[in-house]
């Protein structure tokens, strides 16, 4: 069996999921990833499913699988999203309700799967990605920064019921970051969201992967039920 920990990335394929994936890879983690898409192309010890995180008897399968297949799981990152923009009087049940389903169900199908295998193992760490969009109630993504939201508060809960289990549950909510999903923003938009921000710039990848990296690590067992919000102060 190989001793190196066993990280799980969720929406693995492009963008921030990809960036965590080539992070984890370099910390020498063996990386397990999922997107409604094809694999990302890296290099190191990495294998793909497909799969949509609001199904819960697919999730339930996937979970097991690694776990059966890799002795366990050490590391969980719910980075699966999904953003919708749109004034509230606008947006239309179905969009909100997938939003809530990628988002929020997404992030809890896999972390309570998750947890009851790192419950066995006495070891996890659980890092969900939120957003800005929480700490500046951002008009026209009011169906999405309640998801983000719902996740910081199903993160600070499920924080204080592993807590005796060696499991740790965190949140980073990053800002701007050079997505696709920014195309939704439009420049204008980018540029607003930029100037509420502490830190008024973009921000990397490889800046997001850093701060995941931190909370993965086994070092952090101190910190749980925390929120880190990146170049914004809340």
């Given at each position: 069996?190989?001793?190196?920990?066993?990280?799980?990335?969720?929406?693995?394929?492009?963008?921030?999921?990809?960036?965590l994936?080539?992070?984890?890879?370099?910390?020498g983690?063996?990386?397990?990833?999922?997107?409604?898409?094809?694999a990302?192309?890296?290099d190191?010890?990495y294998?793909?499913t497909r799969l949509?995180?609001?199904?819960?008897?697919?999730?339930?399968r996937?979970?097991?699988?690694?776990?059966r297949?890799?002795?366990g799981?050490?590391?969980?990152v719910n980075?699966?999203?999904?953003?919708?923009?749109?004034?509230?009087?606008?947006?239309?049940?179905?969009?909100?309700?997938?939003?809530?389903?990628?988002?929020?169900?997404g992030?809890f199908?896999?972390?309570?799967?998750?947890a009851k295998?790192?419950?066995r193992?006495?070891?996890?760490?659980?890092?969900?990605?939120?957003s800005m969009?929480?700490?500046?109630?951002?008009?026209g993504?009011s169906?999405?920064?309640?998801?983000?939201?719902?996740?910081?508060?199903y993160?600070?809960?499920?924080?204080k019921e592993?807590?005796?289990?060696?499991?740790?549950?965190?949140?980073?909510?990053?800002?701007i970051?050079?997505?696709?999903?920014?195309?939704?923003?439009?420049?204008?938009?980018?540029?607003?969201?930029?100037?509420?921000?502490?830190?008024?710039?973009?921000?990397?990848?490889?800046?997001?992967?850093?701060?995941?990296s931190?909370?993965?690590?086994?070092?952090?067992?101190?910190?749980t039920?925390?929120?880190?919000?990146?170049?914004?102060v809340?």
């Amino acid at each position: 069996m190989d001793p190196r920990k066993v990280a799980l990335v969720t929406g693995a394929s492009r963008g921030i999921g990809r960036g965590l994936v080539e992070r984890f890879l370099s910390d020498g983690y063996r990386v397990v990833g999922c997107s409604r898409g094809e694999a990302p192309q890296v290099d190191g010890d990495y294998e793909h499913t497909r799969l949509d995180v609001s199904d819960e008897r697919a999730v339930h399968r996937w979970i097991g699988d690694v776990a059966r297949s890799h002795q366990g799981i050490d590391v969980v990152v719910n980075n699966a999203g999904f953003l919708a923009t749109a004034p509230s009087l606008i947006t239309p049940a179905s969009t909100a309700e997938e939003v809530m389903r990628t988002n929020f169900l997404g992030t809890f199908l896999v972390s309570r799967e998750a947890a009851k295998v790192m419950i066995r193992g006495s070891y996890g760490r659980i890092v969900n990605i939120a957003s800005m969009a929480c700490g500046v109630h951002m008009e026209g993504a009011s169906a999405y920064a309640a998801s983000k939201s719902a996740v910081i508060e199903y993160s600070k809960v499920l924080a204080k019921e592993l807590a005796e289990r060696n499991v740790t549950v965190n949140v980073v909510a990053p800002s701007i970051v050079e997505t696709q999903i920014l195309e939704k923003l439009g420049e204008e938009g980018i540029e607003r969201s930029r100037q509420v921000l502490t830190i008024k710039r973009n921000f990397t990848f490889e800046e997001v992967a850093h701060v995941v990296s931190f909370l993965a690590s086994p070092l952090t067992a101190c910190l749980t039920g925390q929120v880190l919000y990146l170049g914004l102060v809340v």
